[in-house]
C-alpha cells in the first residue's frame, strides 16, 4: 500500500463531489500495519484508492462503530487482524460512489458488517471501502447511517439473541432473562431489545455507576460481576428464564447452571476468556440450550432480514435515544475509544464519524 503524508481533513473531503463521483486519488483511514520483520505501528495515513481491495461497490463512510473485536485488530497482540496493512473498522455505513452491480446504485445508502471486514480486508476506518455487493445491506427504511453504526456489529449480535431465544421459545412473562456485561454494546443493546419486547431483564455488570443507565434501557434488576462469576455447584436455584451472554469464560458457567428447565442462552461474547468450565448436567437434567452466535457469518438474506427488523420490531431505540450510552468519536478521537473497549471501559457505544 502506499503511503503519504497525513494531509489536512479538508483536502480529501474537498476532492469529493457528490454531482461528479470520481474518486479521490487518496484517502484518510486510521491504518494498523507490520511489515513482515518489522515493528507494529497505528495511526492516521492517507491511502491511496488504488489500494482499496477488489470489490464491486465503493462507498463512502460516513459512519462507523466501535467494537470489542475492533478493539483487538488495532492492537499487536490481538490475534484478530489477519492481513496488514489494514484499514480497521468491522462495521460501516455510507453511500455508494461507484458500482458495478445494479441492485446498488450510486447514491445508495447502505451498511455492513461482519464477513472479513475490518480484520482480513479494509474496514469501516476509512473515508472509502470497496466491498463484494454479496456483503452489502441497503440501509433499511427509516434508519439512518449514524443510528446503524450507533447499533452496529454490538447490535446485530444483541438482535440474533434475541430472536435466537424467542425462536427457542422465550415469551415475555416467561420470567426474568438475564443479560451478563450488560454496560457493554452487546450487552446495553439487548437489555434495550428484551425490555422493548416486555421481557423483565436482569442485568449483570460490573459497573455498579451503570445502574441508573441500565434502567433507562428498561432493566429491571441488576447482578454484581461477584454474583455470576466464580465457582458454585453443577446445578445451582434454576432462576432465568433465558440468558444473553456476553463475558464468556467467567459467567457462562454460573449462566448454565441457573437457567430454568428447558432454557436457552444465547451465548456471543468472550470478553472475559474463551474457556467453559461447566458439567452436562444443565444439559442432562434441565434440557437447557447453548444457542451460538457467529455474526460475522450469517448469510447476506438473513443479515439483510434482521437489519430490516432493527429498523422495526427490534429497535434498540430506548438505546438509540439515550445521549449517555452513545459516545460520539471521529477518526482523530479513535484511538482512546480502541483502547477503553479493550480494557472493559466500554459505557454502550462508540459511534464513529467518518465523513457524516
Ligand atoms: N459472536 C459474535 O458474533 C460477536 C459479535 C459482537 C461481539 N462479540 C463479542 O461479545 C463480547 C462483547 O462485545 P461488546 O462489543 O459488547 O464489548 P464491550 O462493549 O467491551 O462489552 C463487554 C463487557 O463485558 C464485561 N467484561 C469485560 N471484561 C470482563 C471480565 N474480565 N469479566 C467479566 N466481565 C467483563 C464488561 O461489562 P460490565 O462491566 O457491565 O460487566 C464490558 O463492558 C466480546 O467478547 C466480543 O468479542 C461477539
Known amino acids: 500500500m502506499n503511503t503519504v503524508t497525513v494531509g489536512p481533513r479538508e483536502r480529501v473531503a474537498a476532492a469529493y463531489d457528490p454531482r461528479m463521483p470520481e474518486l479521490p486519488a487518496t484517502f484518510r483511514a486510521y491504518v494498523v500495519d507490520k511489515p513482515q520483520g518489522g515493528t507494529f505501528s497505528r495511526g492516521l495515513r492517507d491511502v491511496s484508492t488504488a489500494d482499496l481491495p477488489p470489490g464491486d461497490v465503493t462507498i463512502r463512510v460516513a459512519w462507523s462503530g466501535v467494537n470489542f473485536k475492533d478493539g483487538l485488530a488495532a492492537r499487536e497482540d490481538g490475534r484478530v487482524a489477519r492481513s496488514y496493512p489494514l484499514i480497521?473498522?468491522?462495521?460501516?455505513?455510507?453511500?455508494?460512489?461507484?458500482?458495478?452491480?445494479?441492485?446498488?446504485?450510486?447514491?445508495?445508502?447502505?451498511?455492513?458488517?461482519?464477513?472479513?471486514?475490518?480484520?482480513?480486508?479494509?474496514?469501516?476506518?476509512?473515508?472509502?471501502?470497496?466491498?463484494?455487493?454479496?456483503?452489502?445491506?441497503?440501509?433499511?427504511?427509516?434508519?439512518?447511517?449514524?443510528?446503524?453504526?450507533?447499533?452496529?456489529?454490538?447490535?446485530?449480535?444483541?438482535?440474533?439473541?434475541?430472536?435466537?431465544?424467542?425462536?427457542?421459545?422465550?415469551?415475555?412473562?416467561?420470567g426474568p432473562v438475564l443479560v451478563t456485561g450488560a454496560s457493554g454494546g452487546v450487552g446495553s443493546m439487548a437489555v434495550a431489545m428484551l425490555a422493548a419486547r416486555g421481557h423483565e431483564v436482569w442485568a449483570a455488570t460490573g459497573k455498579t455507576s451503570e445502574a441508573d443507565r441500565l434502567a433507562r434501557l428498561g432493566a429491571a434488576g441488576f447482578l454484581t460481576r461477584e454474583d455470576v462469576t466464580g465457582p458454585g455447584r453443577p446445578l445451582d436455584s434454576a432462576r432465568w428464564a433465558g440468558a444473553v451472554d456476553t463475558v464468556g469464560a467467567a459467567t457462562l458457567p454460573y449462566v448454565l447452571r441457573t437457567l430454568r428447565i428447558g432454557a436457552a442462552v444465547a451465548s456471543s461474547g468472550n470478553a472475559s476468556g474463551v474457556e467453559l468450565v461447566t458439567t452436562v448436567l444443565p444439559f442432562i437434567l434441565r434440557g437447557v440450550a447453548l444457542l451460538g452466535m457467529d455474526s460475522g457469518n450469517m448469510a447476506i438474506e438473513p443479515r439483510r432480514v434482521l437489519w430490516g427488523r432493527l429498523a422495526g420490531d427490534l429497535s434498540p431505540r430506548a438505546m438509540l435515544d439515550d445521549a449517555e450510552s452513545l459516545t460520539e468519536a471521529s477518526l482523530d478521537t479513535l484511538e482512546p475509544a480502541l483502547n477503553a473497549i479493550h480494557a472493559g471501559e466500554a459505557r454502550g457505544r462508540w459511534v464513529v464519524r467518518v465523513t457524516g
Open 88 to 174: 480497521p473498522g468491522i462495521d460501516l455505513a455510507g453511500t455508494v460512489v461507484a458500482s458495478e452491480d445494479p441492485a446498488f446504485a450510486v447514491g445508495a445508502a447502505v451498511l455492513a458488517n461482519g464477513y472479513d471486514i475490518g480484520v482480513a480486508r479494509h474496514g469501516g476506518y476509512g473515508e472509502l471501502a470497496r466491498l463484494p455487493s454479496g456483503w452489502v445491506v441497503p440501509m433499511p427504511a427509516g434508519m439512518t447511517a449514524r443510528d446503524a453504526m450507533a447499533i452496529g456489529t454490538a447490535g446485530f449480535t444483541a438482535a440474533m439473541s434475541v430472536a435466537a431465544l424467542e425462536n427457542h421459545g422465550l415469551r415475555a412473562g416467561d
